[in-house]
């Protein structure tokens, strides 16, 4: 059974850090682009950052460039979103996904991508 499992999410305030953390199991999805999503209350769903299945340049939606950071460590089938600085507007659930073909670099629409976590809950208080 393919499962991709975030952990991380919390309160933080305005300012502050968190690393959110996705364990993927079942298979290994080192050869397939890795993205991260969120969704806010009353919003859709919206892509935050990607990492190629070659690990190479990452991308980020142009609110969060500067402050997140995407990686992955591929011998754990793991990962990672770095996030500084945060504000207020960043608060939503965060989902890991991993692309629906390998070999790809990550898009930003969220139909390209086959496997979902069951999301983290972050909320920034200002």
């Known amino acids: 059974q393919v499962q991709l499992v975030e952990s991380g999410g919390g309160l933080v305030q305005a300012g502050g850090s968190l690393r959110l953390s996705c364990a993927a199991s079942g298979r290994s999805f080192n050869n397939y682009a890795m993205g991260w999503f969120r969704q806010a209350p009353g919003k859709e769903r919206a892509f935050v950052a990607g990492i190629p299945w070659s690990g190479g340049s990452t991308y980020y939606a142009d609110s969060v460039k500067g402050r997140f950071t995407i990686s992955r460590e591929k011998a754990k089938n793991m990962v990672y979103l770095r996030m500084n600085s945060l504000k207020p507007e960043d608060t939503a659930v965060y989902y890991c996904?991993?692309?629906?073909?390998?070999?790809?670099?990550?898009?930003?629409?969220?139909?390209?991508?086959?496997?979902w976590g069951q999301g983290t809950q972050v909320t920034v208080s200002s």
């Open positions: 996904a991993a692309a629906r073909a390998p070999y790809t670099i990550p898009v930003q629409s969220a139909t390209a991508y086959a496997y």
